[in-house]
């Protein structure tokens, strides 16, 4: 009988655990809709080099791609979906936001400023990425510095924070700045390349990407640097989903533990990217390196 008792217990114990996981799942509003379709819905940028864009056979790609396929063999294992698919829908800065709270995509894995604003209609993970805005000119614009483009015509991606720094400094420092919208950050850089725009505002590590894939990178230059608040990149998931959000951040932090996130970095920026075989050459930054050492919630400026 004590054999039998001891069984009993330990099918008891084993049953509340799977109870206990079923119940957390099922708060989740996510994963419940993940487990319930056997599919992972994973948002991506067409031109947003090297977080995530159009590869070879114009196949999604990137760093943040390869970030959400760590996710997914997360999910797949704490789901038990051995079938688990994984779809991908192309986002745009007007949609991003609007398609996770929505329901169409599960997570955002684009190149996304995590800001208290933006936070009060989606949720970001713990960073994946320090940058800054820079402007990016072409030699033969005779722009050197800030001071060069007044009256001149610039332009920002529509959807990017970027506009309202662009704005306020425009206005503070009396430009005259004539600003306009590139659809997506392909079109700013072709608008740039064109004449339509004597600069293009952006973050640094997007127009590092831009400028290498374009068909003549020595004709854009960056303008000198100027002080700045570090911005963070960070996947952008449905808000007041804690549940789903512990899954990412606990991955997350699983590949920096590992040295996997920097293996990752090195691959996409500082080695030969497809499809045109690149090299972003951009070192991991000391911004970076710290938030590798300590994730922590995003420090928004």
Not at 160 to 178: D, F, H, I, P, Y
Request: proline share 6%.
């Amino acid at each position: 009988m004590p054999g039998r008792r001891n069984v009993l217990l330990v099918v008891l114990a084993a049953a509340r655990i799977v109870a206990g996981l079923d119940a957390a799942l099922a708060a989740s509003q996510t994963l419940e809709k993940i487990r319930s379709s056997g599919t992972l819905t994973l948002g991506y940028r067409e031109a947003s080099i090297p977080f995530s864009y159009l590869g070879a056979n114009q196949q999604p790609v990137g760093m943040s791609l390869d970030l959400c396929a760590a996710i997914a063999e997360r999910v797949r294992t704490d789901l038990n979906l051995p079938a688990l698919k994984v779809a991908y829908v192309a986002v745009n800065a007007s949609n991003r936001i609007p398609l996770i709270q929505n329901g169409t995509v599960d997570i955002e894995c684009g190149s996304t400023t995590n800001t208290p604003e933006r936070q009060k209609q989606v949720a970001f993970s713990i960073a994946t990425f320090v940058s800054q805005p820079r402007w990016l000119t072409t030699p033969t614009s005779g722009i050197t510095d800030l001071r060069d483009l007044r009256e001149h015509t610039v332009v920002i991606t529509q959807g990017s924070l970027n506009m309202v720094l662009a704005q306020k400094r425009n206005a503070a420092e009396g430009l005259g700045l004539t600003i306009l919208q590139g659809r997506d950050h392909a079109e700013s850089l072709l608008m740039l390349r064109t004449g339509r725009a004597a600069a293009w505002y952006e973050d640094e590590v997007l127009l590092a990407g831009a400028r290498a894939t374009a068909p003549d990178p020595s004709a854009l230059v960056f303008l000198p640097a100027a002080a700045q608040t570090d911005d963070e990149y960070g996947l952008m998931l449905r808000r007041d989903d804690p549940e789903f959000k512990a899954l990412v951040d606990g991955t997350l932090r699983a590949e920096m533990a590992s040295g996997a996130f920097k293996t990752l970095y090195d691959k996409w920026f500082l080695n030969p990217i497809p499809p045109k075989r690149l090299n972003l050459d951009l070192p991991m930054s000391e911004a970076l390196q710290v938030r590798i050492r300590e994730p922590s919630r995003a420090q928004t400026r």
